[in-house]
């Protein structure tokens, strides 16, 4: 029963009267910058029922293309420099003509994107991988990380030389001591 408009979810953790004082003023804070229906709870009850907005959201972004497939990216960045990394990936996405919803933990940098694309659409997968390149690319360039919560896995291997460097020949050589036979996690991170 929320509206269709974008959300902020805040906790604000301490004494009973430090966290009354935080929520009110961050709601005013909010409404200064044209935030509305600022709402709080002290309930656990009630607080996992404004959670869920937040746990149900990837089902929600894929109604926005029935049918299309969701592709999870995330980055990290300094918070100095989050708003600018937001505002940039969403330019992004849409000069590629993507439909790449946002979401993020504005406590520590960190954002997620689910581009929805047809998978048979060659094209369209072309332009995600570009996205999700020009994510990685933007926020290693803001001295960020190329994955703020999802690992290197196969997408992001690439870009893990680009923001470490040589210590990624001392991961491989500590990888291979322990699993000499690569039978552990195969193809991922490091490719022997």
């Not at 935030?35 to 937040?54: I, Q, V």
């Not at 659409?121 to 994955?147: H, K, N, P, Q, S």
């Not at 999802?150 to 291997?157: A, R």
Request: with cysteine.
């Amino acid at each position: 029963d929320l509206p269709e408009t974008p959300l902020l979810l805040l906790e604000f953790h301490g004494s009973d009267n430090a966290v009354v004082e935080q929520a009110e003023m961050f709601g005013s804070i909010a409404e200064d910058a044209g935030g509305f229906d600022f709402a709080t709870t002290g309930t656990a009850e009630e607080r996992n029922k404004l959670w869920k907005a937040r746990h149900d959201l990837y089902w929600a972004t894929l109604q926005l293309r029935p049918g299309a497939h969701g592709i999870s990216t995330d980055v990290c960045v300094p918070i100095s420099r989050l708003a600018e990394a937001v505002t940039g990936a969403q330019a992004k996405a849409a000069a590629l003509g993507l439909l790449a919803p946002i979401v993020g933990h504005v406590g520590d940098g960190n954002f997620h994107s689910l581009v929805l694309i047809d998978l048979s659409d060659a094209d369209e997968v072309a332009r995600a991988e570009e996205f999700t390149a020009y994510l990685a690319d933007e926020a290693i360039a803001m001295e960020g990380t190329c994955t703020g919560e999802h690992g290197i896995g196969q997408g992001k291997m690439p870009y893990l030389v680009k923001e470490l460097g040589a210590a990624v020949e001392f991961m491989a050589a500590i990888k291979d001591a322990f699993d000499p036979l690569g039978i552990m996690n195969p193809g991922k991170i490091f490719k022997r």
